[in-house]
Protein backbone atom coordinates (compact mmCIF):
# COMPACT_ATOMS: atom_id res chain seq x y z
CA UNK A 1 0.00 0.00 0.00
CA UNK A 2 1.48 3.06 -0.66
CA UNK A 3 -0.25 6.93 0.51
CA UNK A 4 0.55 9.97 -1.47
CA UNK A 5 0.49 13.36 0.39
CA UNK A 6 0.74 16.58 -2.18
CA UNK A 7 1.79 20.01 -1.38
CA UNK A 8 3.10 23.31 -2.20
CA UNK A 9 0.01 24.39 -4.89
CA UNK A 10 -1.59 27.62 -4.03
CA UNK A 11 -2.22 31.17 -5.88
CA UNK A 12 1.03 32.63 -8.44
CA UNK A 13 0.50 34.97 -11.44
CA UNK A 14 0.68 34.01 -14.99
CA UNK A 15 4.12 33.53 -15.91
CA UNK A 16 5.17 32.67 -12.01
CA UNK A 17 6.40 29.28 -10.86
CA UNK A 18 5.63 26.34 -8.03
CA UNK A 19 7.29 23.43 -7.20
CA UNK A 20 4.84 20.68 -6.02
CA UNK A 21 5.69 17.98 -3.55
CA UNK A 22 4.40 14.65 -3.06
CA UNK A 23 5.55 12.54 -0.09
CA UNK A 24 5.08 8.85 -0.07
CA UNK A 25 4.89 6.38 2.44
CA UNK A 26 6.48 2.54 1.74
CA UNK A 27 9.66 1.06 1.90
CA UNK A 28 9.22 0.50 -1.51
CA UNK A 29 9.10 4.20 -2.86
CA UNK A 30 11.96 3.60 -5.85
CA UNK A 31 10.05 0.78 -7.17
CA UNK A 32 7.34 2.91 -8.16
CA UNK A 33 6.69 4.73 -11.09
CA UNK A 34 5.43 8.40 -10.09
CA UNK A 35 3.36 11.27 -11.96
CA UNK A 36 1.23 13.77 -11.78
CA UNK A 37 -2.49 14.69 -13.13
CA UNK A 38 -4.73 17.68 -12.85
CA UNK A 39 -8.02 18.81 -13.30
CA UNK A 40 -9.52 21.88 -14.24
CA UNK A 41 -13.01 22.42 -13.44
CA UNK A 42 -16.15 20.86 -15.69
CA UNK A 43 -12.83 19.20 -16.97
CA UNK A 44 -12.32 15.41 -17.19
CA UNK A 45 -8.33 14.67 -15.12
CA UNK A 46 -5.78 14.60 -17.30
CA UNK A 47 -1.92 13.12 -17.62
CA UNK A 48 0.78 15.92 -17.14
CA UNK A 49 4.52 14.13 -16.37
CA UNK A 50 5.51 10.86 -15.04
CA UNK A 51 9.16 9.51 -14.27
CA UNK A 52 9.90 6.04 -14.23
CA UNK A 53 11.18 3.74 -10.87
CA UNK A 54 14.72 3.02 -9.78
CA UNK A 55 16.85 1.39 -12.55
CA UNK A 56 19.79 1.75 -14.18
CA UNK A 57 17.91 4.36 -16.61
CA UNK A 58 15.68 7.28 -15.14
CA UNK A 59 12.73 7.76 -17.94
CA UNK A 60 10.49 10.76 -17.90
CA UNK A 61 7.26 11.85 -20.21
CA UNK A 62 5.30 14.67 -20.62
CA UNK A 63 1.76 15.64 -21.88
CA UNK A 64 2.43 17.56 -25.13
CA UNK A 65 1.58 21.10 -23.49
CA UNK A 66 3.60 21.04 -20.42
CA UNK A 67 7.32 19.93 -22.35
CA UNK A 68 9.54 22.89 -21.89
CA UNK A 69 7.57 24.27 -18.99
CA UNK A 70 7.16 21.41 -16.63
CA UNK A 71 9.74 18.95 -15.05
CA UNK A 72 9.30 15.94 -12.77
CA UNK A 73 11.81 14.56 -10.41
CA UNK A 74 12.14 12.23 -7.64
CA UNK A 75 14.73 11.95 -4.46
CA UNK A 76 14.08 8.56 -3.16
CA UNK A 77 16.42 9.19 0.05
CA UNK A 78 13.19 11.59 0.90
CA UNK A 79 10.34 9.54 -0.70
CA UNK A 80 9.52 12.49 -2.60
CA UNK A 81 8.54 13.51 -5.73
CA UNK A 82 8.60 16.53 -7.41
CA UNK A 83 6.50 18.54 -10.21
CA UNK A 84 8.62 22.29 -10.89
CA UNK A 85 6.09 24.25 -13.22
CA UNK A 86 7.68 27.27 -14.63
CA UNK A 87 5.75 29.90 -16.79
CA UNK A 88 2.17 29.43 -15.64
CA UNK A 89 -0.62 30.07 -17.76
CA UNK A 90 -4.37 30.66 -16.53
CA UNK A 91 -4.64 27.48 -18.01
CA UNK A 92 -2.39 25.54 -15.92
CA UNK A 93 -5.86 26.14 -13.10
CA UNK A 94 -6.39 23.09 -11.52
CA UNK A 95 -6.06 20.59 -8.80
CA UNK A 96 -3.10 18.62 -9.57
CA UNK A 97 -2.76 15.21 -8.17
CA UNK A 98 0.00 12.58 -7.38
CA UNK A 99 -0.15 8.86 -8.51
CA UNK A 100 2.12 5.60 -8.55
CA UNK A 101 2.24 2.42 -10.12
CA UNK A 102 4.52 -0.38 -9.97
CA UNK A 103 4.39 0.19 -13.87
CA UNK A 104 5.10 3.10 -15.85
CA UNK A 105 2.87 2.27 -18.66
CA UNK A 106 0.10 1.48 -16.12
CA UNK A 107 0.98 4.87 -14.60
CA UNK A 108 0.03 6.78 -17.30
CA UNK A 109 -3.26 5.59 -18.44
CA UNK A 110 -4.71 3.96 -14.59
CA UNK A 111 -2.34 4.67 -11.69
CA UNK A 112 -2.96 2.21 -8.96
CA UNK A 113 -2.63 5.23 -6.27
CA UNK A 114 -3.49 8.62 -5.93
CA UNK A 115 -3.08 11.44 -3.51
CA UNK A 116 -5.67 13.93 -2.29
CA UNK A 117 -4.74 16.57 -4.88
CA UNK A 118 -3.84 20.43 -3.87
CA UNK A 119 -4.70 23.24 -5.95
CA UNK A 120 -2.77 25.55 -8.09
CA UNK A 121 -4.35 28.73 -9.51
CA UNK A 122 -2.88 31.30 -11.47
CA UNK A 123 -4.19 34.54 -12.39
CA UNK A 124 -4.41 36.60 -14.97
Known amino acids: QVQLVESGGGLVQAGGSLRLSCAAS????????MGWFRQAPGKEREFVAA??????????YYANSMKGRFTISRDSAKNTVYLQMNSLKPEDTAVYYC???????????????WGQGTQVTVSS
Open 99 to 113: AADMSFAQLRAAPAY
Open 26 to 33: GRTFSSYA
Open 51 to 60: ISGSGTVTYT
